[in-house]
Each structure stands twice: as structure tokens, then as C-alpha cells.
């Protein structure tokens, strides 16, 4: 029982650790060819867009928005394997403490 406290108390903390580090980090995504990129943290939150103004037509605005959606989802899908990588190895050794979702 020692044994799987310890053993519960070290994956706190390297989840803890995982999470500090992802909350510092910032991934960028962007679309049409670096036109527009979008900046967000690690945990997914978007903290900002940069958009080129060759990609601003006032006659195509569509495209714009699809060009910053674009980027918004590429870069919360580096953020979504950035916390795979982080938190896989820890989330996938808590599988022996028999707790659910993991």
C-alpha cells in the first residue's frame, strides 16, 4: 500500500509538472501559406492572430475567415499532440492504480 501511495505521489507531481509546462508553452498554426498564424498556449487557449495584409481583400472576406479558422484549428492541434506527448507517458502509467479514464 506504501508502495502505490509513493508511487501515486510521483505521478502528481510529474502531471503537475506536465501541466506547468504546458501552460507556459505557446504553439503557432498557421494557414494560407503563413498569411495568417494564430499563437495559442498550450492548453489551447488562443492568445493571438497575426494576419499579413495581402491576405486582407474587402471583396473576399470569406476567405479571410476561413484562412483564420484554419490557423486557430492548426494550431490547437499542435497544442492537442503537444499534450499527448506531455501527459501520455504519466496518464498511461496510472493505468496500474486502477483509475478510471486512464
Known amino acids: 500500500m506504501q508502495q502505490m501511495l509513493k508511487q501515486a505521489q510521483k505521478m502528481q507531481q510529474q502531471i503537475a509538472q506536465a501541466q506547468a509546462e504546458l501552460a507556459e508553452a505557446e ?14 498556449s498550450g492548453s489551447g487557449e488562443l492568445k493571438g492572430i497575426r494576419i499579413d495584409a495581402k491576405a486582407v481583400d474587402p471583396e473576399d472576406v470569406e476567405t479571410l475567415e ?27 502509467g496510472m493505468g496500474g492504480l486502477g483509475l478510471p479514464g486512464f
Open 27 to 40: 504553439l503557432t498554426g498557421t494557414a494560407g501559406g503563413g498569411l495568417v498564424t494564430a499563437t495559442v
Open 66 to 92: 476561413d484562412l483564420v479558422l484554419a490557423a486557430i484549428r492548426n494550431a490547437n492541434e499542435a497544442a492537442r499532440e503537444l499534450t499527448e506527448q506531455k501527459m501520455g507517458p504519466v496518464a498511461g
